[in-house]
């Protein structure tokens, strides 16, 4: 019985292998400048806008003359801060995705979750929630990026407080497991379904039910964490019931 000879390999010229090669080079190149472009060209203006907003909102500089001002103020300022966020968000995915931006190194998991906390706990106490942290082990350390873990906690515990009922708890914990350490925000409230979580993984995917289409958002803040725990050599995931409670896991090396 005789066997069909496996096919050559295609003789690929070096030379066209270089080009494709430095023309890949290049075009990551282009994309690092057009981003800080964009980023500089977007930015500057809107947080221009912000911070004149904010000022005609106080009357700093004297009354504005009826109290339809002030409210259109606010609405210019909360709505470019939004804008800005969105921004945020899509700039991070796109950093984190070319591989970039981050350095993990020994650190303390404390004091980040203390500080995650401490931002937030006026939006918290407003909404009647109660952010609370589990973890008193100062020595517990991660291989972690401090930035990188701060804009995780930050995410989570928003999403937490926008699906918390006000007399209820957001929790904070990490301990130590097999080989890493897990980082937890839990609450109680309306969770997606288990079956939903890997799609709500993906930027710009957004809760199906009612609940979730009443809080805004873009759909970002899970794919921004689980981008930047893999970057920090970790890993996302989420374990939820649905409509009762949800508990995000955030997990890192240990140091």
């Known amino acids: ?69 002030i409210e259109y103020a606010g609405i210019i300022r909360d709505s470019g801060k939004k804008l800005l966020t969105l921004f945020n968000n899509v700039l991070d995915i796109v950093r984190l995705e070319g591989g970039g931006g981050l350095n993990p190194m020994n650190e303390p998991v404390l004091p980040i979750i203390e500080e995650a906390i401490g931002k937030l706990q006026s939006q918290a106490k407003a909404s009647g929630v109660t952010l609370y942290n589990r973890l008193v082990d100062e020595d517990l350390h991660a291989w972690l990026d401090p930035r990188g873990l701060a804009v995780c906690l930050d995410h989570l515990l928003r999403n937490a407080l926008d699906f918390t009922v006000a007399g209820e708890v957001v929790e904070v914990n990490a301990r130590r497991a097999d080989g890493y350490v897990a980082l937890t925000v839990f609450n109680r409230g309306n969770a997606p379904d288990q079956s939903e979580i890997e799609r709500l993984m993906k930027p710009f995917e957004q809760g199906e039910n009612a609940e979730n289409r009443r809080h805004e958002g873009a759909g970002l803040g899970w794919a921004v964490v689980r981008l930047n725990a893999e970057a920090m050599g970790g890993a996302f995931g989420v374990v939820s019931r649905k409509g009762e409670a949800l508990k995000a896991i955030v997990r890192l090396k240990t140091a």
Not at 34 to 58: C, K, W, Y
């Open 1 to 69: 019985m005789s066997f069909p000879q496996p096919a050559e390999a295609p003789n690929w010229p070096l030379e066209a292998a270089r080009e494709a090669v430095a023309e890949d080079a290049a075009k990551e190149s282009a994309k690092r400048a057009f981003l800080r472009m964009v980023s500089h060209e977007l930015r500057t203006p809107l947080n221009s806008i912000i911070g004149f907003a904010d000022i005609l909102n106080q009357e700093l500089y004297g009354p504005l003359g009826s109290p339809q001002y």
